[in-house]
């Protein structure tokens, strides 16, 4: 990034953080083929990102950050996902967590950004491992797979159970803050898609965990998380689980945009056998305009959730539950509206859709892979909706709403 190239501030507009993103956008395509066969994001592009200041649009502002709405946190995501899934998958989840950072006590945030406000946290929040407590903490063991950007992050967010509580019982999930430096990346990510994202898992040994750096996930799922206190802004007024995952489909979006220029870029001088233009094609031109209006209706569907919910939150108002699954739904749905457009291209693009190297493929496989993400699950969040619309009640412990 040029030393001359504006970085955001809290006085930045959302056209001037989505013109900062665009910039970045080309240089995160030319690294796009290297980002995925080294497995992971490059040390360059996040020192970009930083340098960019977008890392710190959900950041607390009192720890240099800009506390920007979720819309234009969405849309900057969409915006660098065009250049590289990989690049804007882990710049989308590694900038959710610096508001989930804001939700742990106040201590834990100092822990984090005290000494570096530039530092970033990875996650893997499904639980497991063993967990013993111990005075001054809890000691933490195990594995902790799918951890995005884990190479990239001073700081890691996992998931235990820490006991069982209620009637009928269910687990206590807390989300437990540990240092990368005391644990291990196991380099097991080979796969499909979003190759480049490093989402590797994470291994602790008997680490201890002081209990300042423990969120519990229900606080956090219902809105009343400790953070609150020290950070009284309208986005940690927000229930985490109901808005965390527009950073998992907000890629899918970006990366359908991306593939569909790219296949407007495709066209401009592919010919057919006869020497005739494709883009003359009637079917051609059929499947462009059914494309982008997918991923239109996708993108929409997410603005519209994340303005709403800000709505209500700047207003100090309740955040309904009908209108919690409403968002659930959609988080899961644009994913696959963003694969199906993709597919349509894919499938226009004859014999050279098959290579490797062949970008909308690569598009492909990365939308693909985003909604295989238990946070954008298609099963998991239209039975969630369904479960609310229909009166069937809610099931206590870890649900993502």
């Known amino acids: 990034m040029s030393s001359s190239t504006k970085a955001i501030s809290t006085a930045s507009t959302a056209d001037e953080v989505l013109a900062i993103a665009a910039a970045l956008t080309p240089v995160l395509r030319a690294r796009s083929a290297a980002t995925n066969q080294a497995r992971r994001v490059p040390d360059e592009t996040i020192r970009d990102l930083k340098q960019s200041g977008l890392f710190k649009l959900l950041q607390p502002t009192r720890y240099g950050g800009v ?61 497991s491992g063993k967990v013993t407590p111990e005075k001054g903490g809890l ?3 195990g594995s902790w797979g799918f951890a995005s950007g884990c190479d990239n992050s001073e700081w890691i967010i996992v998931g235990a159970i820490t006991g069982m509580t209620g009637t ?9 803050l540990v240092p990368m430096a005391e644990g291990r990346i196991d380099d097991n990510w080979h796969v499909f898609g979003l190759r480049g994202t490093g989402s590797k898992t994470v291994i602790f040994d008997n680490v201890l965990v002081p209990e300042h750096r423990l ?22 007024r927000l229930h985490a689980f109901a808005n965390f995952p527009i950073c998992l489909c907000s890629p899918s979006v970006g990366i359908a945009w991306g593939a569909y220029e790219r296949y407007v870029e495709y066209l401009q001088d592919r010919t057919s056998i006869a020497r005739r233009k494709v883009a003359d094609f009637p079917a051609v031109q059929m499947r462009v305009a059914e494309a982008s209006a997918m991923i239109d209706a996708a993108e929409l569907l997410l603005r519209r959730d994340c303005r709403e ?77 369904g479960q609310v619309v229909l009166g069937a009640g809610m099931p206590e412990g870890f649900a993502w709403i």
């Not at 009928?168 to 437990?176: A, D, E, I, R, Y």
């Not at 519990?216 to 940690?236: C, H, I, K, Q, S």
């Not at 709505?311 to 919690?324: C, N, T, V, Y």
């Not at 909308?360 to 239209?382: K, L, N, P, V």
Request: proline content about 6%; aromatic content about 10%.
């Open 67 to 127: 506390e920007a709405d979720l819309e234009t946190f969405s849309r900057a995501v969409m915006q660098l996902s065009r250049g590289c899934g990989s690049a804007g998958w882990v710049f989308s989840v590694l900038s959710i967590h610096q508001w989930m950072m804001g939700l742990y006590p106040d201590e834990a945030q100092k822990d984090v950004w005290g000494k570096d406000p530039d530092a970033l946290v990875a996650s893997a929040f499904r639980p």
């Open 309 to 385: 919910v800000m709505d209500l939150a700047i207003a100090g108002k309740e955040i309904s539950m009908p209108m919690r699954a409403r968002s659930r739904r959609d988080q899961c749905y644009a994913p696959i509206l963003a694969s199906q457009a993709i597919e349509k291209l894919l499938r226009a693009s004859g014999g050279r859709g098959l290579f490797d190297d062949f970008e909308i493929q690569q598009c492909y496989r990365d939308a693909y892979a985003t909604a295989a993400h238990i946070g954008t699950s298609w099963d998991a969040g239209s039975a969630l909706f």
């Open 215 to 236: 969120l519990d996930f229900a606080d956090a799922r219902e809105a009343r998380a400790p953070g609150r206190a020290v950070n009284p802004g309208p986005l940690y």
């Open 139 to 141: 000691r933490l063991s």
């Open 168 to 176: 009928p019982p269910h687990p206590v999930v807390k989300l437990f």
